[in-house]
């Protein structure tokens, strides 16, 4: 059973940045894909990035480069950067693993079997 720890959210105002972190058990960082996900509520959990097993990423179209997605295989951490933050980013973010897969990282989140409790992140005007 693979556990997940978010933690990195916060209230901020539009332009700043945050760096989300989650903590990975066992040796899941290393050999499955690792993705963020976002959810508001009303509305269906997004993918926001992915990273494989080999550190390939891969992000959602509406990211346009203001997140980065890495991991720190040593200490079994995943991040999230975001950068030039927009109100519209306030959401519940989420980390998510799952053993079916290494590559090709899906942004489905029907697709992930372990989660995270989540960090809230909150961009004010």
């Known amino acids: 059973q693979v556990q997940l720890v978010e933690s990195g959210g916060g209230s901020v105002q539009a332009g700043g940045s945050l760096r989300l972190s989650c903590e990975v058990s066992?040796?899941?960082?290393?050999?499955?894909?690792m993705a963020w996900f976002r959810q508001t509520p009303g509305k269906e959990r997004e993918g926001v990035a992915g990273?494989?097993?080999?550190?390939?990423?891969n992000y959602a179209r509406f990211i346009r480069g203001r997140m980065t997605i890495s991991k720190d295989t040593a200490k079994n951490v995943l991040f999230l950067q975001i950068t030039a933050l927009k109100p519209e980013d306030t959401a519940m973010y989420y980390c998510?693993?799952?053993?079916?897969?290494?590559?090709?990282?899906?942004?489905?989140?029907?697709?992930?079997?372990?989660w995270g409790q989540g960090t809230q992140v909150t961009v004010s005007s």
């Open positions: 998510a693993t799952d053993p079916q897969w290494s590559t090709a990282c899906p942004m489905i989140h029907e697709e992930y079997e372990f």
């Open positions: 066992l040796d899941a960082i290393n050999n499955y894909c």
């Open positions: 990273i494989e097993r080999d550190g390939t990423t």
